[in-house]
């Protein structure tokens, strides 16, 4: 009889955990060693033979990592996937990966800012690369900045600050038109939500200090594609940049993943109802949320996600920082930090950092104004995130 196909929320739970050899344990144990032992000069020659996939050195394999990725390329629909230390040393190894030396880049204008540093400010002038950004709603974007020697295009839908998405199934079409990989960073979404590998798209990257990891208790990233791929990346970037996460990382990451389905869906649930309070709130301007039916791609949305998750942005009224700030320090559920993909929710603002680079007058060339706020909708409940926001509000009258 064929093997029924088991629904992913299952397979969270129990794939890729090998319980009989670990005295039945429903929980794995944490192997927190540098280096495995061999019988004979034979046994040890022969893991190098397979040194991909052979427990030699934790900096390569390591069992209990093991069980993180292989729970992480079943999700993704991916054949492999590789955890790292951060989500900036996965995509450190994923873009070192696509990119030679000359190589010209096409990435998306609103990338997460390191992201943008790493090739635009260091690979760019490091390895002579050439970097073009584009907006990234039409495909012609990208169509119209290919050159002979581009060899990556780099998407980020939704993107993180802006939230704009990008065509995935039409870029990657593109792509593969013309020899280009294509990569991803989808982390918020999340793989619940997002499948870009079924799309086309070649390497998904996440930060899971995002959703993935979701307690807010881990840094950490993962690549996520086809075996030759993420084979090139173990034994290139993955083991000699030696970015590879901590085995008691891993764990916590197996343990957040048996939830990711359920926290999803609150994330979502929470989040849609803060985002609808908000755009019928008189104090807010506007709000961007891929998951409210008045987002102007909205139906693109629709077409490539299955859900939308708790990161979103909004604008105040008031154009008079005194006042932001008073709203912004009047939360007290919405605690003030940076990242986002917790329990717990955040809210930042763009200007804190910017205002400290930018006279005014560059400030408001960017678009952006003092107002803008970026909350994670977290899991707390809805009816306690919607009091806060409303009190924070009053400071505004
Ligand atoms: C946080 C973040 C990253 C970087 O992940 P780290 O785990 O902090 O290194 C990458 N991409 C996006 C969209 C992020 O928000």
């Given at each position: 009889?064929?093997?029924?196909?088991?629904?992913?929320?299952?397979?969270l739970?129990?794939?890729?955990?090998?319980?009989?050899?670990?005295?039945g344990?429903?929980?794995?144990p944490i192997?927190?060693?540098?280096?495995?032992?061999?019988?004979?000069?034979?046994?040890?020659?022969n893991?190098?033979?397979?040194?991909?996939?052979?427990?030699?050195?934790?900096?390569?394999?390591?069992?209990?990592?093991?069980?993180?990725?292989?729970?992480?390329?079943?999700?993704?629909?991916?054949?492999r996937?590789?955890?790292?230390?951060s989500?900036?040393?996965?995509?450190?190894?994923?873009?070192?990966?696509?990119?030679?030396?000359?190589?010209?880049?096409?990435?998306?204008?609103?990338?997460?800012?390191?992201?943008?540093?790493?090739?635009?400010?260091?690979?760019?002038?490091?390895?002579?690369?050439?970097?073009?950004?584009?907006?990234g709603?039409?495909?012609?974007?990208?169509?119209?900045?290919?050159?002979?020697?581009?060899?990556?295009?780099?998407?980020?839908?939704?993107?993180?600050?802006?939230?704009?998405?990008?065509?995935?199934?039409?870029?990657?079409?593109?792509?593969?038109?013309?020899?280009?990989?294509?990569?991803?960073?989808?982390?918020?979404?999340?793989?619940?939500?997002?499948?870009?590998?079924?799309?086309?798209?070649?390497?998904e990257?996440?930060?899971?200090?995002?959703?993935?990891?979701?307690?807010?208790?881990?840094?950490?990233?993962v690549?996520?594609?086809?075996?030759?791929?993420?084979?090139?990346?173990?034994?290139?970037?993955?083991?000699?940049?030696?970015?590879?996460?901590?085995?008691?990382?891993?764990?916590?990451?197996?343990?957040?993943l048996?939830?990711?389905?359920?926290?999803?869906?609150?994330?979502?649930?929470?989040?849609?109802?803060?985002?609808?309070?908000?755009?019928?709130?008189?104090?807010?301007?506007?709000?961007?949320?891929?998951?409210?039916?008045?987002?102007?791609?909205?139906?693109?949305?629709?077409?490539?996600?299955?859900?939308?998750?708790?990161?979103?942005?909004?604008?105040?009224?008031?154009?008079?920082?005194?006042q932001?700030?008073?709203?912004?320090?009047?939360?007290?559920?919405f605690?003030?930090?940076?990242?986002?993909?917790?329990?717990?929710?955040?809210?930042?603002?763009?200007?804190?950092?910017?205002?400290?680079?930018?006279?005014?007058?560059?400030?408001?060339?960017?678009?952006?104004?003092?107002?803008?706020?970026?909350?994670?909708?977290?899991?707390?409940?809805?009816?306690?995130?919607?009091?806060?926001?409303?009190?924070?509000?009053?400071?505004?009258?």
């Open positions: 009889m064929a093997k029924r196909q088991l629904n992913i929320a299952t397979d739970s129990h794939f890729g955990e090998e319980r009989a050899d670990f005295a344990a429903v929980v794995p192997f927190q060693n540098s280096l495995f032992t061999y019988e004979s000069w034979d046994d040890i020659s893991a190098f033979d397979d040194r991909t996939n052979s427990f030699i050195y934790s900096r390569g394999n390591n069992p209990t990592v093991k069980i993180a990725q292989e729970k992480i390329a079943r999700l993704a629909g991916g054949e996937a590789l955890l790292f230390a989500g900036m040393a996965a995509i450190t190894a994923a873009v070192m990966h696509c990119m030679q030396k000359d190589g010209h880049v096409i990435a998306v204008k609103n990338l997460y800012g390191p992201a943008n540093n790493l090739l635009f400010n260091y690979l760019r002038k490091k390895m002579d690369l050439s970097v073009t950004f584009v907006p709603r039409a495909v012609t974007d990208f169509e119209e900045a290919i050159r002979p020697n581009t060899q990556l295009i780099y998407l980020e839908s939704p993107s993180s600050g802006v939230f704009s998405l990008q065509d995935l199934k039409a870029v990657a079409t593109l792509a593969k038109k013309h020899g280009i990989k294509t990569l991803i960073d989808n982390s918020w979404a999340t793989p619940i939500f997002q499948k870009p590998l079924a799309l086309g798209i070649d390497l990257v996440h930060s899971c200090s995002k959703y993935i990891g979701g307690h807010s208790d881990i840094v950490a990233g690549v996520i594609g086809d075996t030759a791929s993420l084979d090139s990346i173990f034994r290139n970037e993955y083991e000699w940049l030696g970015g590879r996460i901590a085995p008691m990382d891993a764990w916590l990451i197996t343990r957040s048996r939830t990711l389905p359920l926290r999803m869906k609150a994330h979502q649930k929470n989040a849609i109802a803060v985002a609808s309070f908000l755009q019928n709130h008189p104090a807010v301007a506007q709000v961007n949320y891929p998951g409210l039916p008045s987002f102007d791609q909205y139906e693109l949305g629709r077409q490539q996600m299955t859900g939308y998750s708790g990161l979103l942005s909004f604008r105040l009224r008031t154009t008079d920082l005194e932001v700030k008073k709203f912004f320090n009047n939360l007290e559920v605690k003030i930090g940076v990242s986002w993909g917790g329990h717990e929710s955040l809210i930042y603002a763009l200007a804190i950092s910017y205002i400290k680079e930018m006279t005014p007058e560059q400030f408001a060339q960017t678009g952006l104004a003092y107002g803008d706020m970026r909350i994670s909708v977290g899991l707390e409940h809805v009816e306690d995130l919607i009091a806060d926001l409303e009190q924070g509000f009053t400071a505004l009258l």
